[in-house]
């Protein structure tokens, strides 16, 4: 289990040991499991995974992949990101990031939960993934940091964070009282989740809308605080998913909820890009930097 932090940001040893921590895992495709019609299960094993150590439930890799149109890697264990830019074009590593779901040491073997969306190259590749491709996972890393204080758990996520919130739940005492609020597209989206005596679980639909565009999980969110159902004491919020709806939950929790900077950990997993409103979007997300606690 890692260290919690008790600041808002993980203590200088904790970070170092995170930083230390990152290797590239060099490794192949065991498995492919279909888990719904959006949601690819992508089991690696072997390779450099038996030195694989648990950092944190919300523990993300990058996946290094073949570039477009190649089956092997272009990079090898003398990788870093400043040589990887050297590379010329064709021979860039596709890639993106990715929760680990499980981990089970002792076969060498983890789940990756990869959502199919279109277009994207990592998707693309997951969606054609098949046993004995190769890969390299960059990590892990972690956006989990629970004050030691913590009492009560919020965590939001759309489906790009759903895996996160499996772990997580899976991690936590059996007792420990949790609010989740996940939005999906539809009902076939749902994933079986871990649900011990205190947890409260909210799924919404999208009913047919894109991803990114409903606003549902900061509407849910601002329920919940306006309910009796709504925790007092020390919590932690951690979320997942669009990055605009991930800032208009942070602050629903900071500016409404008044929780505070170090119990909220709110991510964007991945941006919804070429609309109109995109810039001002930009700008109102750099206001949150600014915020005071
Ligand atoms: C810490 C972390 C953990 C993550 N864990 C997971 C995980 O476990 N499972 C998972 O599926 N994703 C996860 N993601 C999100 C994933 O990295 C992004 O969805 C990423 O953009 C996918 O890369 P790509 O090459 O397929 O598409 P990109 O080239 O990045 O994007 C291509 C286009 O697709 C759009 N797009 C990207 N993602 C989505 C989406 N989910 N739905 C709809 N449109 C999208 C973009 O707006 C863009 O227009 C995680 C991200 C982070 C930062």
Known sequence: ???????????????????????????????????SPLLRRITFGGGDLHA????SPDQFFYFLLPPEGHSVMSIDHTFTWETVRELPDVLQPRGAYYTLRHHRPDAAEVDFDVVLHQPGPAAA???GAAVGDVAALWGPRTAWHPPSDTQWYVLVADETGLPGVGAILEHLPADATVHV????????ER???????NVRITWLHRG?????????LASAVQQLTASPDW???????????ESR??????????HDAGMARRQVSMVGYWRRTGEVGDDQDDRDDQDDDYDDD
């Open 245 to 254: 709806e991930m800032t208009a939950v942070r602050r629903l929790l900071r």
């Open 1 to 35: 289990m890692s260290a919690e932090a008790t600041e808002n940001e993980p203590s200088v040893a904790d970070h170092q040991a995170e930083l230390d921590a990152i290797a590239t895992f060099f490794t192949s495709v065991v498995r492919v499991e279909q888990r």
């Open 191 to 197: 994933q079986p989740l871990h649900i011990g005596p």
């Open 231 to 241: 925790p007092t004491g020390p919590g932690y919020a951690w979320g997942g998913g």
């Open 208 to 216: 047919g809308a894109p991803a990114g565009t409903t606003g549902g």
């Open 52 to 55: 694989l150590r648990w950092l």
């Open 125 to 127: 590749w997951a969606a």
């Open 181 to 188: 609020v996940v939005e999906v597209a539809d009902e076939l």
